[in-house]
Nanobody, 118 residues
Framework: QVQLVESGGGLVQAGGSLRLSCVAS????????LGWFRQAPGKEREFVSR????????YYAGSVNGRFAISRDNAKNTVYLQMNSLKPEDTAVYYC???????????WGQGTQVTVSS
């Protein structure tokens, strides 16, 4: 059974930082591309960032480029999202996802809440 479990969310003031983690189990982690998505109240889920199998190919949404950094540790079956210079508009539930085909995700986590106060 595949599981993705996010952690690291919380309440932070604008300008602050958080580091999200997502631990995967039940799959061959190094064979999967990984992504982070978010969904704010009343809005559709949106793409944030993704990283390919080797950890070299990185891609970011324009709204977070230069502030967020995605990374992965295949030895720990974990993907990270370092979020800096947080803004109130970053407030959302953040989800990690895994897929064998780049930008096509087969598995999703339950999400972790990030709230940025102004």
């Amino acid at each position: 059974q595949v599981q993705l479990v996010e952690s690291g969310g919380g309440l932070v003031q604008a300008g602050g930082s958080l580091r999200l983690s997502c631990v995967a189990s039940g799959l061959t982690f190094s064979s999967y591309a990984l992504g982070w998505f978010r969904q704010a109240p009343g809005k559709e889920r949106e793409f944030v960032s993704r990283i390919n199998w080797s950890g070299i190919g990185l891609y970011y949404a324009g709204s977070v480029n230069g502030r967020f950094a995605i990374s992965r540790d295949n030895a720990k079956n974990t993907v990270y999202l370092q979020m800096n210079s947080l803004k109130p508009e970053d407030t959302a539930v953040y989800y990690c996802a895994a897929g064998k085909v780049l930008d096509s995700y087969d598995y999703w986590g339950q999400g972790t809440q990030v709230t940025v106060s102004s």
